[in-house]
């Protein structure tokens, strides 16, 4: 089984889905799964990554390789985001054929989260204020990159924070329900 991780934008999104999708593959039983992060082509962002002609472009390229595309984009405090995402999937299920789906889904509220999630914070940080800030990864994910001096690294610690994160995934799903937990539902109804 192949997956398709689409980022709005790949040069630092890369960093975190991978690992963290790895594990959740692990979690639904499909350990040996090759997850991809599409870099061909680059969004460039969410309002890209939002319009299905783009999205359309991905899948037929890919869609003679990929069984489950993922389409992953921050929701940024949009309330109507999770809807744009619906309309995409929706879309997708009249061009997949023969056991292949799109899932969308939005970070909640920037895919910086999920990697938050699985480390252990500051203690003056308080989740549900994270989970609620709009702009988390200038308030708290770059910080914590400072803290542990990741800046030079990969992707500004992306790389490094989420390959640390994925080892704690259930903590990640335990903590992201409205997305992570939810997305891994769903694709262990896929793949099962």
């Known amino acids: 089984m192949n997956v398709l ?103 909640w509220q920037e895919i910086e989260v999920w990697v938050l999630a699985g480390h252990d914070l500051p203690s003056d940080w308080n989740w549900q204020v994270i989970r609620n800030e709009v702009n988390p990864k200038e308030t708290y994910f770059l910080p914590l990159a400072t803290q542990r001096k990741l800046l030079d690294a990969p992707g500004e610690g992306r790389k490094t924070l989420a390959e640390e994160a994925a080892r704690r995934y259930e903590r990640i799903r335990q903590l992201c329900p409205e997305d992570i937990a939810d997305l891994e539902d769903r694709i262990r109804s896929f793949v099962a």
């Open 5 to 107: 991780v689409i980022p709005e934008d790949f040069r630092k999104d890369q960093y975190m889905l991978k690992p963290i999708f790895m594990a959740m593959m692990k979690e639904v039983g499909k350990p040996n799964v090759k997850v991809r992060v599409c870099q061909d082509p680059l969004l460039g962002g969410v309002n890209e990554a939002l319009k299905w002609e783009r999205i359309k472009e991905i899948i037929e390229r890919y869609k003679g390789m990929v069984n489950l595309f993922l389409l992953c984009v921050d929701r940024d405090g949009k309330e109507g985001r999770k809807g744009a995402l619906a309309s995409i999937e929706q879309q997708a299920v009249n061009i997949l054929t023969g056991g292949r789906l799109l899932l969308a889904e939005n970070a």
